[in-house]
């Protein structure tokens, strides 16, 4: 059976799926990201810690939350952020809105009273030397977001 043959549903079918796949890059892993500050802007970069972050995978994140209707799945090696909302260790800088985003949206769907389920995947052990000063930081912080992030939503 070739791809024309295979059945097809309507996007306003809702039976219909819509999944995307995000990628985030920097100017560490990427060369040909503008020096300009004026240029970075206008293609969706922002400058921290010294290097241009494109955030067009945030604004997808966020938009893909916003728009989930029935579940979330997030898959990603780390997961922090929205550190400007915890009891402590507000000036953190895990910034993003994914964390919060999913607990609005989910906080909203029980108040809704309609069924929704977030399946978020992080490994055990992220890449890299797990006994490292680095990596043991950020699975405290996994984990002291991930209570934070239970106790937001009620």
Not at 42 to 68: E, P, Q
Request: proline share 5%; glycine share 4%.
């Amino acid at each position: 059976m070739g791809i024309g043959e295979l059945p097809c549903l309507s996007k306003r079918d809702p039976e219909a799926w819509h999944v995307q796949v995000f990628r985030s890059i920097d100017s560490n892993s990427v060369s040909g990201f503008p020096n300009d500050p004026r240029e970075a802007t206008k293609m969706n970069l922002v400058c921290g810690k010294n290097i241009l972050i494109d955030m067009s995978v945030h604004t997808a994140y966020v938009h893909a939350i916003r728009s989930a209707q029935r579940f979330i799945y997030i898959e990603n090696q780390y997961f922090l952020g929205s550190s400007y909302n915890w009891d402590s260790h507000k000036d953190l800088g895990a910034n993003n809105l994914i964390p919060m985003e999913i607990a609005l949206k989910i906080a909203n769907k029980i108040r809704a009273n309609e069924r929704f389920s977030a399946y978020i995947l992080i490994p055990m052990w992220p890449e890299g030397i797990t006994t490292s000063i680095q990596i043991q930081r950020i699975l405290f912080w996994q984990v002291d977001q991930l209570s934070w992030k239970t106790a937001s939503v009620f």
